[in-house]
C-alpha cells in the first residue's frame, strides 16, 4: 500500500512531520493561549502548499476583530473563511478548519460521517480547554485524530502524532 504525505516546512513541519493525506489534527488550549492563531497560521502554511482551505470561524465570527487578527499575524494566502457550518461546501476543499468544534455543535460520530462523506478531506479541529487544562473533546475526539496539538502560551506541543518524523519537543510559533 501506498499513501501520500504531505511536506510542510518551518515549524509547522518541524512538529507535525510529513502529514498522511487526508489527516486530522486536534488543537486545543486555554483561552487567550493563542489556538486560534496558530490554526490560522496552519492554515496560511498550507495554502502556499498549494491547498485549498476552508476555515469556519464559528466563535469568534468574521468580523473585524478577525481581519485585524489575520492583519497582525501577516496571513496573506487566500484562505475561505465562513462562520456558518455547511458540510456542502466542503466537497471543494483540501482542508476544513472547524473553530471551535464546541460552537459549531458537531459529535464525535458526526465526525466520523464527515471523515465517511469526505474521504479526501482533512479536518483541524480546534477546541477549547477545560480549567485544568485538558482537552474538553475529551477522548471520543482524541481517538478519532492522528495527531493532537497542546497550545500552552502561544507555544505548541505535539501530544500525539501518527505522521512520520514528526516532533514532540515544545515550538514557540510567536
Known sequence: ????TLRIGGKFGKL???PYSPFYLMIYG???NGKSSVAMLLANVLVKSKLKVLYISNEEGVKASLQEKL???NITQPIDFVEDYNPKQFR???VV???STQTIGIKPDDFKALKRQFPNTSFVLVFKANRDGTSKGGSDWE??????MHIENQSATMEKNRFPN???ETIKIF
Open 1 to 4: 500500500m501506498k499513501f501520500s
Open 16 to 18: 507535525l512531520g510529513q
Open 30 to 32: 486555554k483561552r487567550f
Open 71 to 73: 492583519l497582525r499575524l
Open 92 to 94: 471543494a476543499y483540501d
Open 97 to 99: 478548519f472547524f473553530d
Open 143 to 148: 481517538h478519532d485524530c492522528d495527531a493532537i
Open 166 to 168: 514528526g516532533s514532540n
